[in-house]
Nanobody, 116 residues
Framework: QVQLVESGGGLVQPGGSLRLSCAASESTFSIYVMAWYRQAPGKQRELVASITSGGSTNYADSVKGRFTISRENAKKRSYLQMNSLKPEDTAVYYC??????????WGRGTQVTVSS
């Protein structure tokens, strides 16, 4: 079992920045992909960004050019740098890790609110 702890959420004004972090507990689970999802009230959870162990990244069109995902494989951590935040980025952000065997784990989420 892998436990994930997110941090870095909060309230920020439009145009501001936040950096989310996700730390995976020590385990023998081999992480292939690390990702961030978000879910706004009344909407489905959606993929924001993902990164594989080899460094390949994928972004939702809505965040391209504004968000950057990164990871530290040895520390089993991922990060989501969010710049030029917009009110529509307001959501609960969830960390996800997945293995090559398609097993996956979710964090509990961290709230990001973009408002003036």
């Amino acid at each position: 079992q892998v436990q994930l702890v997110e941090s870095g959420g909060g309230l920020v004004q439009p145009g501001g920045s936040l950096r989310l972090s996700c730390a995976a507990s020590e385990s023998t689970f081999s992480i292939y992909v690390m990702a961030w999802y978000r879910q706004a009230p009344g909407k489905q959870r959606e993929l924001v960004a993902s990164i594989t162990s080899g460094g390949s990244t994928n972004y939702a069109d809505s965040v391209k050019g504004r968000f950057t995902i990164s990871r530290e494989n040895a520390k089993k951590r991922s990060y989501l740098q969010m710049n030029s935040l917009k009110p529509e980025d307001t959501a609960v952000y969830y960390c996800y890790v997945g293995g090559l065997d398609l097993t996956g784990y979710w964090g509990r989420g961290t709230q990001v609110t973009v408002s003036s």
